[in-house]
């Protein structure tokens, strides 16, 4: 009788159990499926330049939610989830030498180079042990190896120009089956425990009922999204409208921080899609939410082409700019008390739930690196830190974006933060939901408040620089738009434009990108 066939399936941003083509492989090609996760050390040390904590409580929150939630799936299943605090490439090593039934090791590929340094490490240990490794790539929509480019070097430097050549020539694999069944693990092996905060170097978050997004780690969380905002609500029928709203849970999908821990598929994400066009309606919305997982996946692959050069400071163009490195002024921007209220209620809500609009990244992003021309990377390890949807290609490659650095075909893109203010959030809701200290200014005055009168400011109990601060810097062009400033129509009352913004033609990349002009 041959030996049993044991294979350790890593798990890392693949925390699901549909369409993984690493379960599904070893379903078929072992006797015995050791599911594993790690909670690797150097997830939780400081980020590379400025020493932020790596992994911050609101996305720690998340992945603990995360791997909770797939060891009880799979407990369903017939095999359970093992984990373990220490770096992959050792506990594998470890596990290997325990078992000596290891005839392979599986995990999906990764793109930035702290995670191919552990895959490589990985490949070291298993060649040494004789460990056949079989790796997969499943992070995009469209599968690496079917872009329609004859090498990485060729995908273009302008994402409609990869969006127009995919969506022409491309095709989106079909999901991939869910085991029923698992194949149980080796006898012996101890599941161990799921570790806390603290273990973790972390405080577990205070939950703030202002949240956009107040929902939990999981796949079976990420599959109650999608059915929620897609077949309950008939939300994606109107996500085109409502996507740059910036106050509610609805105002877009949110499967971003499923997406970046595998939570969810995107391709299962577009099955679906296409599902909900042939059953109740197919109109621009519908295709808006394939657009933006191509941005996604379109960073992924910028990642893939110009490696470590998207941590560069100088960019993927290598164009060099004086940036600034003045902790007085970042540190004003992160604790959201800039003196410019559209800025600070987002760092506020970044600060308070992990989560900030497609449209509040935006401006963040553009006030720090243009209006105060910081250093780029000290907002994007800031993000890195507090977002919960914390995706290395994305995050840094809109920060390159932003910073006018990286894929941007258009030069010295700057937002206007008071226009942007007025547009978005013309009331003044959102403003004041976050900046409370500003609450007695009506209407769209509270973006502007070192324009009022002092009886003005004193009849709404506003005493600058000292109950809020004053603008620590005023760009020339905010002028423009101080005296354009409206109320709400009346009836509108919560419904006003915080909620539903005004529209802007073809806004579309899922945290930076404008087609417009006059931004």
């Given amino acids: 009788m041959s030996a049993s066939r044991t294979v350790i399936c890593l798990l ?30 150097r997830h939780y040390q400081g980020t590379y330049h400025f020493n932020f904590p790596k992994t911050g409580p609101f996305r720690l929150r998340f992945l603990l939610d995360s791997v909770k ?36 090791v599986a995990f999906h590929e990764e793109v930035a180079s702290e995670e191919k340094s552990v895959e490589k490490n990985l490949k070291d240990i298993c060649c040494q042990n004789k460990v056949k490794v079989q790796t997969f790539w499943g992070s995009t929509l469209y599968h690496r190896d079917d872009l329609p480019f004859s090498h990485i070097r060729g995908l273009p430097d302008i994402y409609t120009q990869f969006r127009k050549v995919v969506e022409g020539q491309g ?34 978050p205070v939950e703030d009922c202002r949240s956009a997004f107040p929902s939990r780690g ?35 999908t949110k499967f971003s921080p499923w997406l970046a821990l595998g939570c969810i598929s995107p391709r ?75 800025v600070d209620a987002n760092m506020r809500e970044l600060a308070l739930t992990g989560f900030m609009s497609n449209r509040g990244r935006q401006n963040v992003a553009s006030f720090l690196t243009k209006d105060l021309g910081l250093d780029w990377r000290l907002g994007a390890e800031w993000f890195e830190y507090l977002l919960v949807d914390h995706d290395v290609c994305s995050n840094y490659g809109n920060w390159l974006y932003s910073a006018g650095i990286g894929n941007d075909p258009r030069e010295n893109r700057k937002f206007n933060m008071i226009k942007q203010g007025l547009d978005y959030d013309n009331n003044g809701d959102y ?30 109990q506003v005493l600058l620089n000292e109950t809020y601060p004053s603008p620590i810097i005023i760009a020339p062009e905010w002028s423009r738009h101080v ?13 006003g434009s915080s909620h539903t913004p005004r529209q802007h033609k073809d806004r579309g990349i899922d945290f930076y990108f404008s087609k417009n002009k006059g931004f």
């Fill in 12 to 41: 890392r941003n693949d925390l699901r159990l549909h369409d993984n083509e690493v379960f599904h492989w070893a379903q078929r090609n072992a006797d015995h499926i050791i599911p594993l996760y790690c909670f690797d050390p």
């Fill in 69 to 104: 939630d797939l060891r009880a799936t799979l407990k369903k299943r017939g095999s359970t989830l093992l984990v373990r605090q220490g770096k992959p490439e050792e506990v594998v090593s470890d596990l290997i030498q325990q078992l000596g039934s290891v005839t392979a």
């Fill in 218 to 252: 999981g796949e079976t969380e990420a599959l109650a999204r999608l059915k929620h905002y897609f077949w309950d609500t008939n939300a994606v029928a109107t996500y085109k409208e409502t996507r740059n709203g910036m106050i509610g849970v609805d105002y877009s």
């Fill in 268 to 342: 299962y994400i577009y099955e679906q899609i296409k599902k909900y066009e042939a059953e109740r309606t197919a109109n621009q919305s519908t295709y808006w939410v394939i657009f933006e997982l191509l941005w996604r996946d379109y960073f992924k692959f910028v990642g893939l082409k110009y490696g470590n050069r998207i941590f560069h400071m100088n960019g993927l163009q290598d164009k060099h700019v004086s940036w600034k490195t003045d902790m007085t002024l970042f540190n004003a921007w992160k604790e959201g008390r800039t003196g410019v209220p559209f």
């Fill in 431 to 460: 403003v004041r939901q976050w900046v409370p200290e500003l609450q007695g200014i009506k209407g769209g005055d509270v973006h502007t408040p070192w324009t009022l009168s002092n009886s003005a400011l004193s009849h709404a």
């Fill in 483 to 495: 005296n354009n400033k409206s109320s709400a129509p009346s009836g509108k009352g919560k419904k």
């Fill in 171 to 204: 095709r989106v694999r079909p999901v991939l089956s869910t085991p029923v069944q698992f194949k149980s693990l080796p006898l012996g092996l101890e599941e161990g425990n799921i570790p806390t905060f603290e273990a973790l170097g972390q405080t577990e």
